[in-house]
């Protein structure tokens, strides 16, 4: 008889920790969020099962129930019976797709990790490439859905619109960042920060870390069971995420630098109506009260903002998230033949 | 996969605080409501600073025998932090909060632990409910609010009277004036809440006279709590939005007066519209700057701060018929700051 090891977590137990112990870290981790996809879960189990065996590499399968209403707790579960390589990380109530993925990631212990849908879009067939790209020495390899199989105004159009915006801003020319299906290296992604809804700007939000980044083109299936959980959210709040992401990406490490080049333009404008105000008094005009008081609400704008940066500059001094610490993800190191002389 | 949760024994908590009735009759009407679930309780008498009256009525308590804790604080800490403090004297494994005046019958205290065995908090709302129509429009609007800005369905937010199961109290890291959501709080940590009928007291049916202090804390609570929802996770959503908008007003208005300038030669000096559209234009950038910095907070944090809460996770090892009872031990013996664990293993 199977006994299952049930960890209860409350509050901050360092969930990882107990997965420390176990020393055969096995290759590769895929990882599988799911919200109520009781049609589709033993059909993804069998496709991984027999689509990564055949990769003959030792392998994790982490499966994260998103806080689902069906039964697919209860099916995931009589797997994991007959399966060791099957984990479930059950949430407590619905969270959303992203910390699905983050607790998945928590959670892998494989060295490379993969992600994919639950719903059987995605083909397991797939890993294999990515798995090869990852160790051809790509950190980050994502998958590009070309024969996207999803109605094309309501989905494939606004996410065109999306990749776009999301390349130019974030400088990660992704053509799909929709897709799931995508491959880490364990050690990279392990170290990002994964919060709010970005999921679809995980290989953005890793390139503070300057990752090496693939694309290879994967396959994907129409929807066979059930109907698609997470829609594309309203264009603002992409917007906004996209705001962020290029925020903490470029400016996190120097904030004070980012709120001052943010007040500039208000003391150059405060600067001109000063200005303004002088030169209708050397001319012996009444100064205009309008034209002087923007002035004045300029200047004192600017110098609040000044203020603002100095907080940040504090937040991030004494905050845990460190700029360099990302450089030692992706360094690599050369070092003379005779190796480096130690300096006694 | 949770087993049927029976609490093995009760801590009651009674911060107690400016509003108190006479803790003897108080106590003794509590005492009755609790034995009557039968099981082994404890009593924690938390005094939110010096409390003369009380602190006689205690110990005169103490010095009869009586199954107390009491924990005095030396000045006044707020509710929250008396019921931490409670809790972290306390043993039990459900928990009981209860108001240190009249505010439901101890007759009732059961249907309250009853309750735990198919959610993780039980929150009283006094039904039937005394008071005139003014009341009950003041009660409807405020929880109408409340609700609407949490997506919650509570109707007695004052309700003092509230049974935590251990894990729950544990995570709820309470502060300022948060022991009045402690319901909405446990929600959106992942935990089920239920609401429970009881019976109000007679001493609460007296219709009281609100004066603008309580209504200013009701607006207070809202604000906090809209706060607490709405802007800890995504901050620059919250703010962006809103210094979006300004910053688009000031910025349209200072457009409009441009073009005047240009086209229609109206003088730009003399018009106070101006001052408006470069004060808005400044707020904008300013709140705008603020969400930032939230974000800026949020990030740094970010590996600390987990989005979600894992209930269990579930993994059969490998294992024969020789390691099968190691496994069982090893289950048992993972560190848990609980006594009790909602889930037991699947067999």
Same mark, same amino acid.
């Given at each position: 008889?199977?006994?299952?090891?049930?960890?209860?977590?409350?509050?901050?137990?360092?969930?990882?920790?107990?997965?420390?112990?176990?020393?055969?870290?096995?290759?590769?981790?895929?990882?599988?969020?799911?919200?109520?996809?009781?049609?589709?879960?033993?059909?993804?189990?069998?496709?991984?099962?027999?689509?990564?065996?055949?990769?003959?590499?030792?392998?994790?399968?982490?499966?994260?129930?998103?806080?689902?209403?069906?039964?697919?707790?209860?099916?995931?579960?009589?797997?994991?019976?007959?399966?060791?390589?099957?984990?479930?990380?059950?949430?407590? @109530?619905?969270?959303?797709?992203?910390?699905?993925?983050?607790?998945?990631?928590?959670?892998?212990?494989?060295?490379?990790?993969?992600?994919?849908?639950?719903?059987?879009?995605?083909?397991?067939?797939?890993?294999?490439?990515?798995?090869?790209?990852?160790?051809?020495?790509?950190?980050?390899?994502?998958?590009?859905?070309?024969?996207?199989?999803?109605?094309?105004?309501?989905?494939?159009?606004?996410?065109?619109?999306?990749?776009?915006?999301?390349?130019?801003?974030?400088?990660?020319?992704?053509?799909?960042?929709?897709?799931?299906?995508?491959?880490?290296?364990?050690?990279?992604?392990?170290?990002?920060?994964?919060?709010?809804?970005?999921?679809?700007?995980?290989?953005?939000?890793?390139?503070?870390?300057?990752?090496?980044?693939?694309?290879?083109?994967?396959?994907?299936?129409?929807?066979?069971?059930?109907?698609?959980?997470?829609?594309?959210?309203?264009?603002?709040?992409?917007?906004?995420?996209?705001?962020?992401?290029?925020?903490?990406?470029?400016?996190?490490?120097?904030?004070?630098?980012?709120?001052?080049?943010?007040?500039?333009?208000?003391?150059?404008?405060?600067?001109?109506?000063?200005?303004?105000?002088?030169?209708?008094?050397?001319?012996?005009?009444?100064?205009?009260?309008?034209?002087?008081?923007?002035?004045?609400?300029?200047?004192?704008?600017?110098?609040?903002?000044?203020?603002?940066?100095?907080?940040?500059?504090?937040?991030?001094?004494?905050?845990?998230?460190?700029?360099?610490?990302?450089?030692?993800?992706?360094?690599?190191?050369?070092?003379?033949?005779?190796?480096?002389?130690?300096?006694? | 996969?949770?087993?049927?949760?029976?609490?093995?024994?009760?801590?009651?908590?009674?911060?107690?605080?400016?509003?108190?009735?006479?803790?003897?009759?108080?106590?003794?009407?509590?005492?009755?409501?609790?034995?009557?679930?039968?099981?082994?309780?404890?009593?924690?008498?938390?005094?939110?600073?010096?409390?003369?009256?009380?602190?006689?009525?205690?110990?005169?308590?103490?010095?009869?025998?009586?199954?107390?804790?009491?924990?005095?604080?030396?000045?006044?800490?707020?509710?929250?932090?008396?019921?931490?403090?409670?809790?972290?004297?306390?043993?039990?494994?459900?928990?009981?909060?209860?108001?240190?005046?009249?505010?439901?019958?101890?007759?009732?205290?059961?249907?309250?632990?009853?309750?735990?065995?198919?959610?993780?908090?039980?929150?009283?709302?006094?039904?039937?409910?005394?008071?005139?129509?003014?009341?009950?429009?003041?009660?409807?609007?405020?929880?109408?609010?409340?609700?609407?800005?949490?997506?919650?369905?509570?109707?007695?937010?004052?309700?003092?009277? @509230?049974?935590?199961?251990?894990?729950?109290?544990?995570?709820?890291?309470?502060?300022?004036?948060?022991?009045?959501?402690?319901?909405?709080?446990?929600?959106?940590?992942?935990?089920?809440?239920?609401?429970?009928?009881?019976?109000?007291?007679?001493?609460?049916?007296?219709?009281?006279?609100?004066?603008?202090?309580?209504?200013?804390?009701?607006?207070?609570?809202?604000?906090?709590?809209?706060?607490?929802?709405?802007?800890?996770?995504?901050?620059? @959503?919250?703010?962006?939005?809103?210094?979006?908008?300004?910053?688009?007003?000031?910025?349209?208005?200072?457009?409009?007066?441009?073009?005047?300038?240009?086209?229609?030669?109206?003088?730009?000096?003399?018009?106070?519209?101006?001052?408006?559209?470069?004060?808005?234009?400044?707020?904008?950038?300013?709140?705008?700057?603020?969400?930032?910095?939230?974000?800026?907070?949020?990030?740094?944090?970010?590996?600390?701060?987990?989005?979600?809460?894992?209930?269990?996770?579930?993994?059969?090892?490998?294992?024969?018929?020789?390691?099968?009872?190691?496994?069982?031990?090893?289950?048992?013996?993972?560190?848990?700051?609980?006594?009790?664990?909602?889930?037991?293993?699947?067999?």
């Amino acid at each position: 008889m199977a006994s299952a090891i049930v960890t209860t977590e409350c509050g901050d137990v360092d969930a990882t920790a107990a997965s420390h112990g176990h020393e055969d870290r096995p290759t590769l981790s895929v990882i599988v969020p799911l919200y109520n996809e009781q049609e589709s879960v033993r059909p993804l189990y069998a496709a991984i099962v027999q689509a990564v065996g055949e990769l003959g590499r030792s392998f994790e399968m982490v499966f994260v129930d998103d806080g689902s209403t069906d039964d697919t707790v209860a099916i995931v579960t009589e797997i994991a019976r007959f399966d060791s390589r099957l984990r479930l990380v059950k949430f407590r @109530r619905n969270y959303g797709q992203t910390p699905a993925m983050a607790a998945g990631i928590e959670h892998a212990r494989g060295e490379v990790l993969v992600t994919m849908d639950g719903d059987l879009q995605n083909d397991p067939a797939d890993i294999g490439l990515l798995l090869a790209k990852i160790e051809e020495g790509y950190d980050i390899v994502v998958g590009w859905r070309y024969n996207r199989q999803d109605k094309l105004v309501s989905r494939k159009i606004p996410s065109r619109i999306a990749n776009w915006l999301i390349g130019k801003v974030t400088g990660v020319p992704i053509r799909d960042n929709g897709c799931s299906l995508k491959a880490f290296r364990a050690d990279l992604i392990k170290q990002i920060p994964l919060y709010s809804e970005m999921h679809r700007f995980i290989p953005a939000m890793a390139s503070i870390a300057g990752p090496r980044i693939a694309e290879i083109k994967v396959r994907h299936h129409p929807r066979r069971y059930g109907q698609s959980k997470y829609g594309l959210s309203r264009i603002y709040k992409v917007l906004l995420d996209l705001m962020v992401i290029k925020t903490v990406a470029t400016f996190a490490s120097r904030p004070l630098r980012w709120f001052a080049v943010l007040s500039l333009p208000l003391f150059l404008v405060s600067c001109a109506a000063f200005a303004h105000s002088i030169v209708a008094l050397i001319n012996g005009r009444d100064m205009s009260m309008p034209i002087a008081g923007s002035g004045i609400v300029f200047l004192a704008s600017a110098m609040v903002l000044l203020c603002s940066g100095a907080l940040a500059e504090l937040t991030y001094a004494r905050g845990d998230i460190r700029d360099h610490e990302f450089s030692k993800l992706t360094q690599t190191i050369r070092v003379a033949r005779g190796g480096a002389r130690r300096i006694p | 996969m949770t087993a049927p949760y029976s609490p093995s024994r009760l801590s009651i908590i009674v911060p107690v605080g400016a509003r108190r009735a006479d803790l003897k009759t108080l106590y003794a009407e509590y005492k009755s409501g609790v034995e009557a679930i039968g099981l082994p309780y404890e009593f924690v008498f938390v005094l939110d600073g010096p409390r003369g009256d009380a602190a006689r009525a205690l110990d005169e308590l103490l010095q009869a025998g009586e199954p107390l804790t009491v924990i005095n604080l030396t000045r006044c800490f707020g509710e929250a932090a008396a019921l931490m403090a409670g809790f972290e004297r306390s043993s039990g494994d459900a928990i009981l909060t209860l108001p240190a005046y009249h505010q439901i019958e101890g007759s009732e205290l059961h249907k309250l632990v009853a309750g735990l065995a198919t959610a993780d908090v039980t929150v009283g709302y006094r039904w039937p409910r005394a008071g005139n129509a003014i009341e009950k429009a003041r009660r409807a609007i405020f929880h109408g609010l409340v609700n609407f800005v949490t997506g919650s369905r509570l109707r007695d937010l004052g309700c003092g009277a @509230r049974a935590l199961r251990r894990q729950v109290f544990a995570e709820l890291d309470l502060y300022g004036d948060q022991h009045r959501f402690i319901a909405i709080l446990a929600a959106r940590l992942g935990f089920r809440v239920a609401e429970v009928a009881v019976r109000q007291s007679p001493h609460d049916r007296r219709s009281r006279v609100y004066r603008p202090r309580e209504y200013l804390h009701h607006f207070l609570d809202l604000i906090s709590i809209f706060f607490l929802v709405r802007f800890t996770k995504k901050p620059l @959503r919250f703010f962006g939005m809103i210094g979006a908008v300004t910053f688009g007003i000031g910025a349209l208005l200072i457009t409009y007066l441009g073009i005047e300038r240009i086209a229609f030669q109206s003088s730009l000096a003399d018009r106070p519209a101006l001052l408006l559209a470069a004060l808005l234009i400044v707020l904008g950038m300013q709140i705008f700057a603020l969400g930032l910095l939230g974000e800026l907070i949020i990030f740094t944090h970010a590996r600390n701060v987990k989005d979600y809460r894992v209930e269990e996770v579930i993994h059969y090892p490998e294992s024969d018929e020789a390691s099968s009872s190691e496994n069982a031990a090893d289950a048992r013996s993972r560190p848990k700051d609980v006594p009790h664990s909602p889930s037991s293993a699947v067999a």
